[in-house]
């Protein structure tokens, strides 16, 4: 009979002990905050209303800026896309790991990713828009490079951490994804633009498709505009995430205002005054930016939003000329340049729990920083020593710290630059020829100083030699074999 009582005070001892476990597991999880990476893809520093665009309307992204942190010198690690995003979830720079342009290379199975790191950490992961690094089947042919022939290039969300995906490999339309007007499929991917098509307009498929999770090709929901498209899959994961008091990392890449931008009828009518090619761009971002305040607005109506960080980016500066309707601000160069206007891009942080005050960061900071940002403030420490180019951005975030410190290093094709908090150097790998500019004073690098200042282009030159070989030896399988040896 004691013995009997024992027994069931043992089981119901055992049972309060694990119900105060996973209480205690649900409220540290809840504690946590949850993390989504918005990037756009080609928008100019000077796309946005918040870096002093008078036209094209970003109202959400303007009270992102009103309530949080702009940073002034936010820097994309690459001039173009590929790179910058495998940047954004390694803290490394892509010439480490093989991802030196656009279509090249893939994320490796060796690479660590936020997201195959915070799921260890009770988070949720989701991608949702453009991945752009690797393939997205090896079955039928896809976009850029999917299919039989970029089979060694097959690297998916779902291989890389993601729990959740609703991606594409490369570029879409920004209306109707998926759908491009018989008349210009044979030449698309050089068309700039077009009207979105009505239902007597015959179409062909684009030739790019919404693969999911699982690894099958998404057909529904897919009409209309692509950055709506995209959140439509975004906002259910991090609600499901809420309900199920699973803190979530969320990476939103849209297409928009990558080549060809199209936009709904309501949003060209917002730039009537302008020509065509200019009223479907700016149509597209406003598009674009509607759906960053449904986000806002359905993170608030869950009382997630003081305990989320929302962080907002490009990828690279905008495409085209001077006359191109993507705007740099002023800046020198463009998208495939390492000169401001191709690397200098508008950026965001909200994050109304660290954050409560409107502030401009001046010094230089990237996307290098999101993971080791996002590692110190969940207190994760990488498993291994292999090289991170960025760094704790949280010092900064917090005003604590006005500067930077650390360089910034920077490769594309044969030009390599380093950037401090005041210069910034330019080196032709080929002919060893040296630029350098005084970017706090001369901010659109039209005066070049590397003469007149020749100890000090001398010193930052031999520094990014020196980091230049840092990233050979890591893209030649060092960091793996450190990696390996200290298992």
Same mark, same amino acid.
Request: hydrophobic share 30%; proline share 6%.
């Given at each position: ?5 024992? +027994? ?10 694990? #119900? ?49 942190? $702009? ?8 001039? #173009? ?100 007007? $018989? ?8 068309? +700039? ?24 090709? #998404? ?41 060809? #931008? ?121 498993? %291994? ?46 002919? +060893?020829?040296?630029?350098?500019? %005084? ?39 060092? %960091? ?8």
């Amino acid at each position: 009979m004691i013995l009997s009582q024992i +027994k069931t005070l043992m089981f119901r001892l055992t049972l309060i002990l694990s #119900v105060i476990a996973l209480t205690n597991n649900i409220r540290a999880n809840s504690e946590k905050p949850n993390v989504i990476l918005i990037m756009c893809d080609d928008l100019g520093w000077g796309d946005v209303g918040f870096n002093g665009n008078k036209i094209i309307k970003t109202p959400n992204l303007d009270s992102m800026a009103n309530s949080g942190i $702009k940073f002034d010198r936010f820097y994309a690690a690459a001039p #173009v896309c590929s790179p910058t995003r495998g940047s954004v979830l390694t803290g490394r720079h892509p010439f480490r790991y093989g991802i030196y342009y656009a279509n090249t290379g893939h994320m490796k199975k060796k690479e660590l990713t936020l997201a195959e790191i915070m799921k260890t950490k009770g988070y949720r992961t989701g991608h949702f828009g453009k991945w752009h690094l690797g393939t997205l089947t090896t079955k039928i042919k896809d976009a850029n490079r999917g299919g039989p022939k970029g089979a060694k290039h097959f690297s998916t969300p779902q291989q890389n951490g993601f729990d959740i995906c609703f991606s594409t490999e490369s570029k879409v339309p920004t209306w109707d994804p998926m759908l491009v007007p $018989k008349e210009f499929s044979a030449g698309s991917s050089r068309r +700039k633009w077009w009207n979105p098509l009505n239902e007597s307009k015959s179409a062909d498929h684009y030739g790019t498709h919404y693969w999911d999770q699982n690894g099958k090709v #998404v057909t529904e929901n897919l009409r209309g505009s692509n950055s709506r498209v995209i959140m439509d899959r975004a906002i259910p994961f991090m609600k499901s995430s809420l309900k199920s008091k699973s803190p979530f990392f969320t990476v939103i890449w849209f297409h928009t205002p990558h080549l060809p #931008v199209i936009a709904g009828p309501k949003y060209t009518k917002m730039y009537q005054s302008h020509s065509k090619y200019q009223q479907h761009y700016f149509g597209c971002i406003t598009a674009m930016d509607e759906q960053i305040g449904r986000l806002r607005k359905a993170l608030k109506e869950a009382n997630a939003h003081r305990n989320t960080m929302i962080w907002f980016c490009s990828d690279n500066g905008p495409e085209g000329n001077e006359s191109a309707p993507g705007k740099t601000g002023g800046f020198r160069g463009r998208k495939r340049s390492l000169y401001e206007g191709g690397i200098r891009v508008p950026a965001l942080l909200e994050w109304p729990d660290k954050v409560q005050n409107k502030r401009t960061i001046k010094c230089p900071v990237g996307t290098v920083d999101y993971l080791p940002t996002i590692l110190s403030e969940l207190n994760i420490k990488l498993p %291994d020593s292999r090289p991170i180019d960025g760094i704790d951005l949280n010092p900064i975030i917090t005003n604590k710290v006005k500067v930077r410190g650390k360089p910034m290093g920077f490769q594309s094709n044969s030009i390599a630059s380093l950037i401090t908090d005041r210069y910034k150097i330019v080196l032709n790998k080929k002919n +060893k020829n040296v630029e350098m500019y %005084d970017l706090i004073k001369d901010p659109f690098e039209k005066l070049n100083i590397a003469n007149e200042m020749r100890e000090k282009a001398s010193e930052l030159k031999s520094e990014l030699n020196e980091w230049i070989k840092s990233c050979l030896n890591s893209d030649n399988g060092k %960091d793996y074999q450190k990696s390996q040896s200290q298992n």
